[in-house]
Nanobody
């Protein structure tokens, strides 16, 4: 059974930091590209950051310089370090695992991040 379990969300003031974690089980983690998405109320889900099997990273422009994605293959966990948080970062954050060159993907259940002004 594949499980992606996010944690680390919460309420933080603008300018603060949070570190999200996504613990993965049931798949060969090292073979998968990983990504963080977010969905704010009334908006479409958007890709925030991604990291390939070889640890190449990519970010949406709005978080560049503030967020850092990383992975620990031994712990089967992907992280999103979020600094200098803004109210517009408020959303449910989801973890996604994608097997490259296939249609195989898995989602976590999401974790709420709320940034107060």
């Amino acid at each position: 059974q594949v499980q992606l379990v996010e944690s680390g969300g919460g309420l933080v003031q603008a300018g603060g930091s949070l570190r999200l974690s996504c613990a993965v089980s049931g798949i060969t983690f090292s073979l998968y590209d990983m990504a963080w998405y977010r969905q704010a109320p009334g908006k479409q889900r958007e890709l925030v950051a991604s990291i390939t099997r070889s640890s190449s990273t990519n970010y949406v422009d709005s978080v560049k310089g503030r967020f850092t994605i990383s992975r620990d293959n031994a712990e089967k966990t992907v992280y999103l370090q979020m600094n200098s948080l803004k109210p517009e970062d408020t959303a449910v954050y989801y973890c996604k695992a994608v097997l490259p060159s296939t249609s195989t993907s898995f989602w976590g259940q999401g974790t709420q991040v709320t940034v107060s002004s």
